[in-house]
């Protein structure tokens, strides 16, 4: 089992930045793929983005290639999603996830284990 919690979600303005970061406990974080994903009002849960255990392979929705970029820190447990050149198209609850599966398969669309509660990322046009 592992617990996962975001921070860093917020009110951002069209262009701006946010850092969102994603803390687990329980099993330690280098023992499983990571991601993010997000949810936006009256839309499904759409992938964004993936990282392996090692962090030597990532992946992209194609809307946020360029922009965002996924990484981890294996010693602190934690793992992050730099997003910058926000668009109000952006806007959605962020949340982390966790599993066993690859990253390939992530992006795929095969479900994690373990999810977060999610952080709400606002961008004003």
């Known amino acids: 089992q592992v617990q996962l919690v975001e921070s860093g979600g917020g009110l951002v303005k069209a262009g701006g930045s946010l850092r969102l970061s994603c803390a687990a406990s329980?099993?330690?974080?280098?023992?499983?793929?990571m991601g993010w994903f997000r949810q936006a009002p009256g839309k499904e849960r759409e992938f964004v983005a993936s990282?392996?255990?090692?962090?030597?392979?990532?992946y992209y929705v194609d809307s946020v290639t360029g922009r965002f970029t996924i990484s981890r820190d294996n010693a602190k447990d934690t793992v992050y999603l730099q997003m910058n050149t926000l668009k109000p198209e952006d806007t959605a609850v962020y949340y982390c996830?966790?599993?066993?599966?690859?990253?390939?398969?992530?992006?795929?669309?095969?479900?994690?284990?373990?999810w977060g509660q999610g952080t709400q990322v606002t961008v004003s046009s």
């Open positions: 996830a966790a599993g066993g599966i690859s990253a390939l398969q992530l992006r795929r669309g095969i479900e994690p284990e373990f």
């Open positions: 329980g099993r330690t974080l280098r023992q499983s793929t």
């Open positions: 990282i392996s255990r090692s962090g030597d392979f990532t």
